[in-house]
């Protein structure tokens, strides 16, 4: 499953260009904020819409104005194989419970727990905010146009490791840049192997309607997957597994589903 696109494509971006377009996206979400905060003592019993319309409003003006400013026409759309999405299923929920672990170390103050519960609503509006627009918006900029860019400029190792610095921080707190940068490699990787996007937006999909879910049975927004397995023993054991199913999830698709 070669491509020809990383060698016809003019489309190309420095590091420093990647990180103008995340100025450019911090710009336009001030601006949202503040119509946000209009918005929101005007529809009381529609929060969760508001949210939701500001969330889009927010990321798709940033793709709009990049678009513009780059003269791009399109996104890569390569056909996907099942089998990738199949393995990418085990690669995900692994890198979600391994990347959990490794946030949990690092303590979160009472107060950022609950901005981090007004964040998202536990609704049908939150579910699509969280599982429908975050997965399709976040990875037309940040891999559909950032690491395309950068794959034209540098090494896909460094434009990799790079796009998933640059998506860690766009969630502007330690905890989701661990996971940003963790998941970001890998859906970076497999970016750059299909060519597509369409791989990134079900590997974002699949982690964010987990976490969710678990949010909406525990009715806690705060809760990991990884208080469930008990004691430190069974969390190592587990985290033992995940590292091992990622291992095997990367190594079949290498063998199996890549030609390069």
């Known amino acids: 499953m070669e491509s020809t696109e990383y060698k016809t494509d003019k489309f190309q971006l420095s590091i420093g260009q990647s990180?103008?377009?995340?100025?450019v996206l911090f710009a336009i979400t001030i601006?949202?904020?503040l119509l946000q905060l209009k918005l929101l003592p005007l529809a009381t019993k529609a929060t969760s819409w508001v949210l939701l319309l500001c969330y889009i409003l927010q990321f798709g003006l940033t793709i709009f104005v990049v678009f513009k400013i780059f003269n791009l026409k399109n996104f890569s759309t390569n056909y996907v194989k099942l089998n990738i999405f199949i393995l990418s299923l085990f690669l995900i929920f692994a890198l979600g419970i391994i990347s959990e672990s490794i946030s949990s170390l690092?303590?979160?103050?009472?107060?950022?727990?609950?901005?981090?519960?007004?964040a998202i609503q536990i609704n049908f509006a939150g579910f699509l905010t969280v599982a429908i627009a975050a997965p399709i918006l976040e990875e037309l900029l940040f891999r559909g146009i950032i690491l395309r860019g950068l794959l034209q400029h540098y090494s896909p190792s460094k434009a990799i490791v790079w796009s998933a610095i640059i998506f860690g921080i766009a969630h502007l707190n330690p905890w989701q840049f661990i996971a940003a940068f963790i998941v970001g490699c890998a859906i970076g990787w497999l970016y750059w192997k299909t060519?597509?996007?369409?791989?990134?937006?079900?590997?974002?999909?699949?982690?964010?309607?987990?976490?969710?879910?678990?949010?909406?049975?525990?009715?806690?927004v705060n809760t990991s997957i990884i208080?469930?397995?008990?004691?430190?023993?069974?969390?190592?054991?587990?985290?033992?597994?995940?590292?091992?199913?990622?291992?095997?999830a990367i190594y079949a698709m290498r063998k199996w589903c890549f030609t390069r």
């Open 227 to 248: 208080d469930y397995f008990g004691e430190t023993i069974n969390q190592v054991i587990v985290l033992f597994c995940c590292v091992l199913i990622a291992f095997l």
């Open 106 to 118: 690092i303590p979160m103050p009472d107060i950022v727990a609950e901005i981090f519960k007004d």
């Open 19 to 23: 990180f103008l377009i995340l100025g």
């Open 31 to 33: 601006a949202i904020s």
């Open 195 to 220: 060519n597509s996007i369409w791989i990134g937006i079900f590997m974002h999909f699949v982690n964010n309607s987990t976490s969710f879910l678990i949010a909406y049975f525990t009715g806690d």
